[in-house]
């Protein structure tokens, strides 16, 4: 693949890749607000809009197929959505800056300007109402046209310029998903929903009483622990209680209590369990976040140092299972689902071009397929060794399996021991498409005449170094999917006609999963595109190196009926418990 810039000379160019249609003339347009009015810097030419003349104005532009320059999508995409208008490609100028600021192949002097922290400083609009023009937006006080030529002038010094520009223009593509994602909303019965709480909870609760479901396993709990006044609402309540039940407990998590064999533990997990689920996903959740049908929560692409997305209202990013069956379909459409099966793993063989993992990756079950190569007796032996490597586990079975996978994968597990000794060392470490990893603070080597501060010392440095040895492969499974993204979201605009929501659309995005609304008729179509962008993902990424990434894809009525995840334990929790889980969101 060619040279993707996505910063590049603000006349025209040829773009290049699935980002970005191969042959076509591509030009820039910069917007700027000024005042109430829009500045459109375009081929050497400043065109002044009135802000309600803006969407017409892009749309008869968009033909063309511009790069729209804008300091932040989200406080122009949501508006321009509103008005019915979707655009191809943008350059998110916050979300690149992020990038470039933290980057190591980046010289650092190249992006230093009068308003430079203000960049540094500038979040994004998470407001759920699309608007334009807020009052006193920080944005305001920046310079987009300064910012872009120091973008361009850091990008085209680095020597990753190909890599670091393939991540820019994946995570400004990743704004218009994200935008689009919560202007289209994800379909969400509330009668369904009323109804699964009702079964779980008992009827709605007047304000400040619990559910009748609660009521009931109290006095059981209670009477468990011979404390008849517990209030298991309470954690630092529950733990008092609980000590005071002659349990040396010291803390009241759930992965704590179980290890604890005492007849009231099972009923307490269960009322914490039902409590966490009133309050997030409770009616009051319902209320606040379900509105005309349609579920739309504030996803923030790269939330998450490792490059991630976080989600910002809705607790978008922890659907809980048990309420899937609320999200179904409108009629005579179908929701397309699809999750690759254990992401991170797969990234890891390619991004070392291991060629033994890549291999055993070629299987549907990465672990099985080390299995059959030989390297461990059993399924659960490669996957305990594998998060062990990633996670950094030493003990247990997961660091009795390292010296054998050590041998098996040597590139593999080289790359992450690498990554956590650059840690330990207080060295940034990168994804593989440039991402930089977040500086430690400064730590001691401690005082000579005191061993305890030695020791905490290198706790701190060893964590740290977890925190690396994961970062570089965290990061670069969020750049597949990224990528998977960006191209799928083209991929989808062409099956369809009309506006965004009239197509097959994305609605729902988690780390290794996307949901797409598809009209029933297109909904194979969908699926094909799904796998397709899947394919080009890892292209984009490893080249011809020879690394698969299956997709499980569903096509359903309501997201509940979609088949489980091959491995749901693989990427994203319910780790063993000798794999130390840092988790690097944080950091």
Known sequence: MGCVRPLCVPRERRTVGPLGDTGR???SVVLVRRGDDVEAHEDGTVTRLGREDLPAWVAAREPGHPRWVWDDATRWYPGLLAAGVRVERCTDLRLCHGVLRRSAHVDQTLLAGADTDGWDALSPVTAD????FALADPADRLDPIAELARQQAALAASPELRRLGLLLAAESAGALVAAEMQH???PWRADVHDRLLRDLLGPRPVAGQRPAVLERLLPEIRAAFGQPV???????DLLASLRAAGLEVTDTRSWTLREIEHPGVEPLLRYKKLLRLMHANGWSWLDAWVRDGRFRPVFLPAGVVTGRWAS?????LSAPVQLRPAAVADEGWRFVVADVAQLEPRVLAGMSRDAAMAEAARARDLYQGMVDSGAVETRTQAKLGILGAMYGGTRGESGAMLPRLTRRYPAAVGLVEQAARAGERGEVVSTLLGRGSPRPGPWSRGDADDPATGRAADSRRRA????TRNFVVQGTGAEWASCWLADLRNRLWRLGDGLLTDRPHLVFFLHDEVVVHSPAALADD???VVRAAAVEAGRLLFGSFPVDFPLDVAVVRSWADADAPL???AEDGNLPAEVPDTDVRAV
Do not use: C, H, I, K
Request: glycine share 16%; aromatic share 6%.
């Open 526 to 528: 969908v699926a094909e």
């Open 230 to 236: 517990m209030n298991p609402d309470s954690p630092t």
């Open 129 to 132: 109402e699309p608007a334009l």
């Open 25 to 27: 003339v591509l030009r």
């Open 567 to 569: 491995d749901p334990a």
């Open 464 to 467: 740290w170094g977890r925190f």
């Open 184 to 186: 289209a909303g994800m």
């Open 312 to 316: 910002q209202g809705g607790g978008a």
